[in-house]
C-alpha cells in the first residue's frame, strides 16, 4: 500500500525488508525530509567478515551484513537513495552492473567524478530507475569483488511482467578463496601456470600419439612448447570454492517449488574469474532474458556464460523428485550445486562431471580459417600468451556433434561435452523480445584488439594497458560498432558501463542487449550502440585480475556542443 507521499507506508517498508533479506541491515523510509521525493531509501554497511562454506571458515567483505549481499528488488521509475558507509580500513566503491544511470552515480573510481568512499565515510547514491530486469551490484576497488561484495537487484517492470511465473529465485554463482586476492595476483605474475593442476602428462601424449599419429602429435607439443603455452591452461585461477548464494556444494542451497509450478531462476555469475556451463540434469530451461533484457523465449538444456552475465530461465517441474542444478567451471576443477526440491533437506543426484577440454591450435587462431588471420596480423602474436578461445561465449554453440566427434575427449575450448540430443544455448539463438528503438546503420567502426601477455600475467587492449593508451572517444548520438578481436587463447567477457550492446548475430532489428559479451579465444565479435550517455565510462573484461592487470579503457561520449 502507496503511503501518501506517494512511496511505501513504514509498515509496508519493514514487510519489504523482510522479504528481500534486508531487515536489520538496511532502513526503507521512504519520504525522509533529506531525501525528499525519494521512493526508497537504503543504508549499507560494507565491513569485514567470516563466512563458513562447507564447514571451512575464512575471511571475507559483506555488504549489509552477509554473503552475497542482500538482494535489492525494486520497481522501474522508482526512485532510489543508497547510503554506503565504509567499516574497512582501505577505500570502497559500488558499481551498479548493467544499471543506466548518471555517470557519478555509476560508482567507478576515477571516473565521471566518482571518488571512492573511505574509511568511515558515507556515500550517498541516488537515481531513479530507468529499466526493469536482472542485474547485480558489487565493489569497484581493488580486488574486494573477489572477498565477497556482491549482490543481486531485481528491477520489476512498471507495467505488466511479460513472463508469468509462479515462484522466483536468484541463484547467484561465486567463486570463494582463502587467499587473499593480492596473493593470488603475485602468485600470477611469478609464474603464468601457477594454479595450472592440471597439466599434460606422458601417458598423455601416448594417447594422443595412439589417437592422432607420433608426427601430429610431436607437431602439436611442440607448437605450444615454442609458444610456451600449455593446452590444459583454460582458467588462471584454480582451487576456488563456487558458491551458490553464498553456499557450497554439501552446504546445498535448496529452491523450493510445488509439482507443475513455472518456476523462475535469475542465474548471475558474479564470479571473478569463472565461466561456467550451467545445466539441470533432466530439466530443461527456458531462456526468458539475457542481462536482464527480455528475449524470445528458447528452451535450451544449458548454457556457457562468462563473468558478469546473468540468464532468466522458466523451469517447470514435475513430479516430486528433487533436481540438480549444476554448474562446471571450464577447466572442471569442481562444481557448484543448488538443489530444486519439493521439501528442504532433499538432494538430486550429482552427475558425473564432464571432462576438460583440451585446447587447439585453432583456439589461438592458427590452425583453421575460422579465424580471421588478418585480424591475427597486428603483431599479436609474438606477445601473446593465455588468452583466447572458440566461439561460444556466453552463449555457447549446440555441442552434440562436437563432443561426439572428439570422441569422449573434448577438443576446443567451445566443446563442453554436451550431450549428442542436447541443446546448448548460442549467441546466436538470442532474439530481443522487442524491436531495436534505433535502426540507422552504424556511421563509425571502433576495433578494440584483447591481447595479453601471459608470460608477465599483463593484459592490454590494443596493447596498451589501462591509461597507457588513447580512449575510446565517441559523440553523443552517433550510432557505433565496436568489434573485438581476440588475440589471446582465453574467452574475455567485455563489459561497458552506462549503456548496452547490441550484438551482431544476424536478428537485424531484433538483435539482444547486452552489458557483457563473452569474445571467445582466437575469435572475433561485433556489436552495435547508441552513444546516448554522455559521460566517461569505464570499459573492460569482467575476469577481475585481467582488469586489474590493465584490460580497461576509457569509454567517452561527449556531450552534444551547443551551436552558435
Known amino acids: 500500500m502507496a503511503s501518501r507521499n506517494g512511496g511505501l507506508s513504514r509498515r509496508d517498508a519493514l514487510r519489504l525488508a ?55 528488488r525494486w520497481r522501474e521509475g522508482q526512485e532510489v537513495v543508497i547510503q554506503v558507509t565504509n567499516r574497512l580500513d582501505e577505500p570502497t566503491s559500488i558499481h551498479w552492473h548493467g544499471l543506466l544511470l548518471e555517470g557519478v552515480m555509476d560508482g567507478s573510481p576515477g571516473f565521471n567524478g566518482f571518488e571512492p568512499i573511505r574509511p568511515g565515510q558515507t556515500y550517498t547514491y541516488r537515481f531513479r530507475l530507468r529499466q526493469a530486469g536482472t542485474y547485480w551490484y ?29 515462484r522466483d529465485y536468484v541463484v547467484f554463482l561465486s567463486d570463494h578463496t582463502a587467499q587473499k586476492p593480492a596473493t593470488v595476483l603475485r602468485n600470477l605474475k611469478v609464474s603464468e601456470g601457477y594454479y595450472n593442476r592440471g597439466k599434460r602428462t606422458l601417458s598423455d601424449f601416448f594417447n594422443d600419439a595412439e589417437r592422432d599419429g607420433w608426427k601430429a602429435t610431436v607437431d602439436d607439443r611442440l607448437d605450444w612448447g615454442d609458444m610456451r603455452m600449455d593446452a590444459t591452461d583454460l582458467a588462471d585461477v584454480t582451487g576456488y570454492q563456487f558458491l551458490v548464494n553464498g553456499k557450497g556444494p554439501k552446504d546445498n542451497w535448496t529452491a523450493l517449488y510445488k509439482p507443475g509450478e513455472r518456476v523462475r531462476l535469475r542465474i548471475i555469475n558474479g564470479s571473478a574469474m569463472s565461466i561456467f556451463d550451467v545445466r539441470i540434469p533432466g530439466l530443461p530451461m527456458t531462456v526468458v532474458a539475457a542481462d536482464g533484457q527480455n528475449v524470445m523465449p528458447l528452451k535450451v538444456d544449458e548454457f556457457r556464460f562468462g563473468v558478469g552475465e546473468t540468464y532468466d530461465v522458466i523451469v517447470m517441474p514435475e513430479g516430486d523428485q528433487p533436481f540438480t542444478f ?59 600468451d593465455h588468452s583466447a578461445h572458440a566461439d561460444m561465449g556466453a552463449a555457447g554453440m549446440n555441442h552434440g556433434d ?30 530481443s523480445l522487442t524491436k531495436a528503438k534505433d535502426l540507422r546503420e552504424p556511421t563509425q567502426e571502433i576495433e578494440v584488439q584483447l591481447t595479453g601477455m601471459m608470460s608477465r600475467y599483463i593484459w592490454t587492449l590494443n596493447g596498451r594497458k589501462f591509461d597507457q593508451g588513447e580512449p575510446i572517444r565517441v559523440n553523443h548520438g552517433d550510432r557505433v560498432r565496436i568489434r573485438f578481436v581476440n588475440t589471446t587463447m582465453m574467452a574475455h567477457p567485455m563489459h561497458l558501463h552506462g549503456m548496452f550492446m547490441e550484438l551482431e548475430n544476424g536478428q537485424t532489428d531484433r538483435m539482444p542487449r547486452k552489458h557483457v559479451v563473452l569474445v571467445p579465444p582466437g575469435k572475433s565479435k561485433s556489436v552495435q550502440l547508441t552513444a546516448d550517455e554522455p559521460g566517461e565510462w569505464p570499459f573492460h573484461c569482467h575476469l577481475l585480475y585481467h582488469m586489474a592487470s590493465g584490460m580497461m579503457t576509457r569509454f567517452i561520449v561527449s556531450p552534444k556542443t551547443a551551436s552558435l
Open 326 to 384: 549444476l554448474a562446471e567451471p571450464i577447466d572442471r576443477s569442481f562444481y557448484a550445486r543448488a538443489t530444486l526440491a519439493v521439501a528442504d533437506g532433499m538432494q538430486g543426484p550429482i552427475p558425473e562431471l564432464r571432462p576438460r577440454t583440451i585446447l587447439t591450435m585453432e583456439d589461438m587462431g592458427m590452425a583453421h580459417a575460422s579465424m580471421d588471420h588478418a585480424a591475427m596480423g597486428h603483431g599479436a602474436m609474438p606477445g601473446m
Open 18 to 72: 523482510g522479504a528481500t533479506g534486508l531487515a536489520g541491515v538496511v532502513s526503507i523510509f521512504p519520504g525522509r525530509r533529506s531525501f525528499a521525493g525519494a521512493d526508497q531509501v537504503l543504508e549499507l554497511a560494507v565491513e569485514r567478515t567470516r563466512i563458513t562454506v562447507d564447514g571451512v571458515t575464512t575471511r571475507a567483505i559483506s555488504i549489509g551484513g552477509s554473503v552475497p549481499a542482500p538482494t535489492l
Open 402 to 431: 562436437m563432443a561426439a566427434a572428439s570422441q569422449g575427449k573434448p577438443l576446443g575450448w567451445a566443446d563442453a561435452a554436451t550431450p549428442a540430443g542436447t541443446r546448448a544455448l548460442s549467441y546466436d539463438d538470442l532474439k
Open 138 to 166: 558489487h565493489s569497484h576497488s581493488a580486488a574486494q569483488e573477489q572477498e565477497g561484495m556482491y549482490g543481486a537487484i531485481i528491477i520489476d517492470p512498471a507495467g505488466r511482467e511479460p513472463v508469468r511465473a509462479d
